[in-house]
């Protein structure tokens, strides 16, 4: 979240229109000597935002990622190579917390990177999933240029911003980009560059790509089936694993704010939720607080929406719906006449992270190999240590919220 | 191209061109630059042609400059079965006519008939094309198909044969394994009475960079033997050399199927251009059978010339980055390729040739590399024995070989007899089928089996004397490896009571089962970073896909790749960036050849 990297400067290519733009970039590169500049330059329209996305644990407060080393060594080669326009980098912590990990840190498994190249008003430009060497952020700079300077020409001559808002009618920018990518993309993808849209969610837009997208990476990375394999998120470390399937995606969204973008696309990339402390998930975790100054509460863990890691792939949401309907046997009517009585609060993992990193809780484990995933929270008070039931220890549940009782 | 003499008589005399004569490398040069016509001057025979996959050979070879790599776009192309099922619907017909043919066989008057239902076969897979079926009358697994030339008739039927099941087969940016994930659908061809369905691929091959071959002409057979004794005791890897009929060991092409430089550039001015030589025939235009080329296309001087200034090529060069965080990255990636056992097929350093990265063995890729033009077979094992011919009872053999380029084509073999190996020669009862209740069937494959055992003279000698002779034999080494001779292997021939006797040594070669449609040879890594695309049909844009497409032998090492951290995994790939194409004594290729970068993006 926090701009971390200094000011890169990158130069445009040269083609006509983007020397004419060069050209105007002269006293600004000029004026300026340093390599390092002020965020305040960010909406400046020479520059740059890489945006990144990682499955570091979002609740670390430290500014670095897990490829902070690579993605700085890609920016520095790019600062040495181009002039007039400035990178910065922007990171964003998406990935699952120790503290929902017994406080262990994330080890297993290969991690996971995604990058959106951004103008100085966070509209996206270009976008990869992996880390760009110096070669392709270079490239990647290049056909952010490419767009910038079209949007630009657009806004000059009058005509109405493309910020690639819905549409049935594809924009001039998504126009652009398929334009483009017909020429760089397998023939997997080239026949569905046509449908794709800026009206199209990206879950749609994904959905009609998994295809493409599964004979692709057959064909490049030898895959069999499942695809979903170590190996595959492995390769996708590099960028040009899903370069293919980032041109073709990026038709749907270019020119949209990287903040709207950035969770459904990791969603469809990742296969599940980033963690993130959205305003919903911090409001949460201070409206719990509060009660917990006064009195216990009863968290009930909503498991329907998969995030990141596999542990809790294995939840069914047919199944946790059919638990919390309730209905049936005199034990749940039990439960259900407690639960009345209880200051109960269902949340879901990302709820719960923010609010135990909130109270300062002690780190937990959701699950382990021996016993079933946590279905209940107790907790009695800011200070205590909680009760993780899993499902059916609904007795103990009604015992522990008669033990809340004031 | 007084440019490019000037460029080459610095290559030769700046002592790069490993003492050749200039002469001869300037006319190989010439030769390899040259643009050749149906009708060249100075050429006897019928020029370029009739088939060809282009007009020079720096039109393939031209990555990184003349005597490179080649592009996707310049993709040899073959076609091959993987199966084969025939079916007859009038059983009780073919079974009459099967019934009296294996009479005739069984009386000895069966000659040279093809079995009644093989004939139909054939017919019925000629209609595909008649290039599968060969000159004895079994049906082939493969056979190249050449991008131009060609009467109209014969461009008619490639056409009309590939194009409905493959329309891609002849795109710029084709890699067989476009066909070998995707189309796997059989093609099928029914009449009233029989079907044909054929599993049917188009397979290509990328341009091989010929930098520093000349070093590699000069590997010993002995030291390829070593390096495949010392993996016979690897749990992952068993590369085996590529054994040719005449015991020598392959060096050259992606199947290791020629041994010596001269004999790769003397069948590739065949295969790709049509220029026949005094011992390589051209390739046929297949609507023109019975035409014969009147006279050889290219001289031996000529083949000599050429191989010289292949050979004066120089060897990649190590682009070690200056930067001392790079250089420490480069190192780090040489430490793990070297962990993870890539070295162990990778060899760094073979035969006193330095950052070569290749054990020149024959190594299983695993399934998706499948290609039906195989490697050669493996000849494992083989005895010498000595036998009462008299004089002149062996068939003098031609001149003209027509071995195949792009690999081993085998006959297809009835699926029954997978494990009993394949027949050459006339058909056999391995191709004929069985009858059923309601039909007449037959399932050929290709074989994974070359044949268990053969028997070849190896000497004739027709001139008698008393005394005795000694007399280095081709492949000595090659025989040596098994029998333990000294390389000096005699042929005895005596005079007794006035009758000549003559004995011949006959060499018994015992042939070990390997996967021959899926072995390829360990590819140098010198020159790997100017050399893309990768893998043998240029199916991997980048180094990291040709990693990932490191199956069967090499997938231990590809899955420890990717087992490794992002930064180790980039290390590795940085190291194998310093292995560049020559940066000296190159010369520049025409710029219409001009490299596609594949990386950039």
Known sequence: MVPIAGAVRVSVRSNVIRLVVAICFVGVAQADDESQRPLSNAADSSSRLLFVVTDDD?????????????????????RDQRRATYLMMETRRAGEPSLLRGGRTFTSGPHRVICFLCDGERRILSCCVGIPNSRQLLSFSEDADELAVSMALAGSAGLEKDTGQDTEQATPLADMVRDRASNRVTRHYRPLLLKMNPSLSIEKSSHLLAEALTNDIKERFLFDSPIESERWVSAQQH????????DTMLVGFVGKQVDDVWPEFTVNVWGALPWHG???VQQFATECSETLQQHGIVLELDLTKRYVQAEFTNVSASGLSATSERS??????????ALETAQVRTCNLCELAWLWKSVGQSPIQLRNPKTRIVRWIVLKSVSAEPVLLPDGAENRLIDLISSLRP | M???????LCLAFAGITNAANPTQVSLGLQLFTQEFASSSPGLNGDGLGPVFNEASCVACHNVGGVGGSGQVRNNARSVGMQELIYNEFEPALAAAEQRHWQGLQRAGRAGNVIAPSIRRMNDAVAKFSPAFITPTGTIGSSFPIHRRGGSPALVALRDQSLTPFNPHWNDDNYASCDTVHQERVPREITNNNQSVSMKVHVFARNTTPLFGTGLIDQVPDSVLWQVAKSQRSDSEISGRPGTLSDGTLGKFGWRANFATLRDFNENACSAELGLQSRRVTQPIDLANRNYVNPNPDISDDAIQAMTAFVAALPRPIRDIPTDSRERQRVALGEQRFAAIGCSKCHVPSLAGIQDLYSDLLLHDMGPYAIDMAGAPPYLRNVAITEQLTGISTTESTSSMQTRTYYGHSSSMVSASSRTTGFQVGTPTSSQTGTVSANRYATKLISPILPPRTVVTPISNRASSTNNTESEQLAGSEFVNEFTGNSGQIETKTSNQSNTIVETQLFLTAEYEQTLVNQEWKTPPLWGVRDSAPYMHDGRAETILEAIAMHDGEGRGARNRFFALGYEDQQAIIAFLDTFAAPSQGVIEAPKKFTRRDFVSR
């Open chain 1, 239 to 246: 960028a040009e694993a899903r370069r293919h399937w980032c």
């Open chain 1, 328 to 337: 049936g046997t005199r034990r749940e009517a039990a439960l259900a006449r």
């Open chain 1, 278 to 280: 959205s305003e919903t």
């Open chain 1, 58 to 78: 979002f609740l670390v407060s430290d500014q670095s990622v897990w490829c902070q080393d690579s993605l700085q060594a890609s920016i520095n080669a790019v």
């Open chain 2, 2 to 8: 007084n440019r490019l003499l000037s460029c080459l």
